[in-house]
């Protein structure tokens, strides 16, 4: 059923921002990189790039439910990085991820944002590649073999950046031994 009303906002109570944590605990850390798997990184709450003032992390809210997130991180040079993108199991395949995404670029143009950047999990790159998104590196992209980056142009051009890849503060990947 078509939902009558989708928003993508920012957090507004303790309890919001514990149902953001929690999705992106259950649906993205814990399923790629679960401890005792090739890429352990733990989900950390607090982490500084949550409060950074250029990153907006947001949940989208169907119907009034709080039924998933993703952060828009806006870049200096006109990039708009999209990071930690999941929905609740319960709202996935109807086109609400979809939806999601459509909202944060139009977020994210509307802060003069002229291409969106992702690591996309292997799993997922279909999903992205179907809202116009393309293989490329891009700079600050994923230090993580396992993530393939993708960049969708909004306006204008924007070269891929070749430049080494970095891990960003706190959210390195190890290989477990
Ligand atoms: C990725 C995710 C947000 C997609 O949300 P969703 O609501 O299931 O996706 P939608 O129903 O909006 O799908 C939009 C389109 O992408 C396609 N698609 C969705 N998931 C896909 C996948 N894993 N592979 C290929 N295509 C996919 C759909 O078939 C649909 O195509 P259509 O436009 O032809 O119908 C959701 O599956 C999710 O939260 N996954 C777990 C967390 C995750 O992997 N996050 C990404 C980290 S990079």
Same mark, same amino acid.
């Given at each position: 059923m078509r939902p009558r009303s989708l928003q993508l906002r920012a957090p507004r109570s303790e309890y919001e921002w514990d149902r953001l944590h929690a999705i992106r605990r259950t649906c993205i850390f814990d399923v790629y990189h679960p401890p005792d798997g090739?890429?352990?990184?733990?989900?950390?709450?607090?982490?500084?790039?949550?409060?950074?003032?250029?990153?907006?992390?947001?949940? @989208?809210? /169907? =119907?009034?439910?709080?039924? %998933?997130? @993703?952060? /828009? =991180?806006?870049?200096?040079? %006109?990039?708009?990085? /999209?990071?930690l993108v999941a929905l609740d199991p319960k709202f996935r395949s109807g086109g609400l991820g979809a939806s999601m995404l459509e909202m944060a670029e139009a977020q994210a143009r509307a802060s003069g944002a002229r291409a969106l950047c992702v690591n996309a999990q292997p799993e997922v790159v279909g999903f992205y590649a179907r809202q116009g998104f393309a293989p490329g590196r891009w700079e600050g992209c994923t230090a993580c073999p396992r993530g393939i980056p993708m960049t969708k142009v909004l306006a204008g051009e924007l070269s891929a950046v070749p430049g080494p890849r970095r891990v960003a503060p706190g959210l390195g990947f190890r290989k477990a031994a």
């Open positions: 090739p890429w352990p990184c733990e989900y950390d709450p607090a982490h500084p790039d949550d409060r950074d003032p250029a990153n907006r992390p947001l949940l @989208l809210v /169907v =119907d009034g439910e709080l039924a %998933g997130t @993703l952060r /828009v =991180d806006l870049k200096p040079d %006109g990039r708009a990085v /999209v990071r």
